[in-house]
Structure formats: structure tokens, C-alpha cells
């Protein structure tokens, strides 16, 4: 099964925190889709180079490191879906003392990177790198004459599509041709905006990650798109900001999110804040479909009652993991909350391990 995010977040913390007195700490990525046969033979086979490490220590710590992941190895017949990312090393501290120890996960998402290597460190770049593309924001500058689309995937901002408008810039006319050319360009800005709200629609309707939209530009451009663009309704619903901007190139997709800091830092933290509503509003109006507190939560775990498991970021991991072990087993989604918010604070001091029910337990 693969990992959770919020696993993976504790096992990239985990491990980012270990430091081998030498370069002994083996790290092996299988990328999805990767024969697992191929890894393993090259794993022996860097099994026998081991062999040549002047140092008997740390010959032996990484001998036995390759010589456990190629054990582990021999148990799958295939890669699995998204791929293997194996962490293995002595982890003692103190010199000469051995804790060979053993990670072994199955990314939330597909692995693209193929690596082996042998370090002080374990390499856990590639999945930072996963965690921070979990939340993708469209982004969109525009003015009259052109509009920039792009996404912002974790901290990597990427243009997508570059349009121009056509639309003229302004000339001096009086009567009849001033009065035939705003006409003109009005009808050509109207065209333009359609075309911009066709291609976001191309793009933006079906994208998964997709939690927000935000607009660029100068006044009234932007303004006069939402409500002339015909911007169908699922994505209208998106936009989280509106930003004044002057550039409208892919200068501009970089000005807009330096300019919505304060939004994006806000999204996961409006996110948690509507969870614990809900939760303290079923607790308040229906009891019986909200739990809180370890035995109750267990209770109705037990009963696969549970839809929604919620865990304070402030418990023992030992905890979170035991009870993340039991809402998987039956399909519940879990939460972790910070205590950033009031409401997190709050339900840090109600023992911080709450549920929303599926139905009542009686």
C-alpha cells in the first residue's frame, strides 16, 4: 500500500536527521515501472565491490546494508505501482556499536528517479520534492493585449500557454472613427477574454491537485475578465485572489506569486480551520456522529465507524501511527492538525484525537 503523505512526511524528517560516522548509509530509488529483477542484481553486484573498502567497519556496515535490502528484494516479484524508495544503514551513534536499520516505502505517488547511493547522509531530495508538488495554483496575468497561464507546482513556477489579444492601442480619432474603433476593440477584448477562459477551462478543468486560481493584472483588466470572460463556474469558484500586477509576461507569473504570499500560506490553514468547524458543529448539533478522546475514537474505529480521523499534530508518533494503522484498515481518511489556529489549539486540548462518524455507535 502506499505510503500516506503525512507518513511520508515523518519518515523524510526521520531520516534527515541521520548522519553515518562514514559514507555507509545506502539509499536505492526504483522508479515506477522499473524491473525489480535488474535492481536486485545490481544490488549483489554492488555487494561484491563493497568487498574492497579498505575500512573493515565500514565495509561491513555496507555489506550487510545490501546484503538485507537484497533479502527484502527477493520477497516482491515486481516493482510495485509508484515505484520503491529503500533507506538502509547503521544508525548507532556511538562507533563500533551496530543498529542496522531498514526503510522500505511504496511512494504516494509515482517515483521517476533510479539511484544507489552510498553516503554519510540517506538522499530524501526526491521525495521532498513529491511532498511540495501536492498543491498545484493556477495562475493567470493578463492584460488587454496579452495574457500569461502558468501553474505553481510546490515552489516551481511554470508558464504553460502565452496568448495575444490583437487589440489595438489607442489612437488619436474624433466622431464617427473614435466612436467605431472602442467599439471595434471592445469586441476584439470581449473575443480575447473568451479565448483566455477557453484555454484555462483546456487546461485548469480536469487538473486533480488543482486548490486555487489566482488573476494578475492591472486595474480594471482582471476585474472586467471575471465578469466578461465567461469563465465557466467551476473554475470562477477556484480563484482565491485577484493581484494587481504590471507585467503580463512570464516575469509576471513570478510577480503574482510573490504578491500572493500571504494567500498561499493561508490555503492549508483555511483548510484546517473548515475541518475542525465541522467537527466541533457535529459535535455541538449531533454528538452521536462526532468522537472525541483515545477510547472513544478506538470504539468507534473498532465499529469502522469512523470517516474522518482527526490527529493533533502535537501527540507522540508512536500514537499517530497506531491509530492511522486502524482508520486505513477501514478506509477512513485522517487529518493532521497543527495548532497554529484557535481552533487547533483547541482541539490540541481535548486530547487532540477526534472523529467525524459515519454513523452513530450507540
Known sequence: MPT??????????????IRGRHTELVTVMIPSGAN???TADQIAAEGSTADNIKSKTVRKNVTDALEMIGRELKKYKQTPPNGMAIFCGNVSEKEGQNDLKLWIIEPPQPLKT???RCDQVFVIEP??????VQEVYGLLVMDRKEATI??????????IRKMSSGVPGKIR??????????????????????????????????????????????????????????????????VIGVKDIGNTDESGLEDLVVASQDILSQQEIIKEKKLLEKFFETLGKKPDMAAYGEEPVKKALKYG??????LSKKLKKDKIAELRKL???????VEIVSVETPEGEQFSNISGIGAILRFATG
Open 305 to 310: 465507524a469512523v470517516n474522518i480521523l482527526l
Open 4 to 17: 500516506s503523505h503525512e507518513e511520508l512526511d515523518e519518515l523524510i524528517e526521520t531520516l534527515g536527521k
Open 127 to 132: 521525495l521532498k520534492e513529491m511532498r511540495e
Open 36 to 38: 525489480i529483477y535488474t
Open 327 to 333: 482508520a486505513e484498515g477501514i478506509s477512513a481518511s
Open 150 to 159: 502558468g501553474v505553481l507546482e510546490g515552489k516551481q513556477i511554470r508558464m
Open 173 to 238: 480619432a474624433g466622431g464617427q472613427s473614435a466612436q467605431r474603433f472602442e467599439r471595434v476593440t471592445e469586441g476584439l477584448a470581449k473575443e480575447f477574454f473568451r479565448r483566455v477562459s477557453e484555454s484555462m477551462k483546456e487546461i485548469f478543468f480536469d487538473m486533480p491537485k488543482l486548490k486555487g486560481i489566482i488573476l494578475g493584472g492591472p486595474v480594471p483588466t482582471k476585474e472586467e475578465f471575471l465578469e466578461q470572460g465567461q469563465l465557466v463556474t467551476k473554475l470562477k469558484e477556484k
Open 114 to 116: 533510479r539511484l544507489y
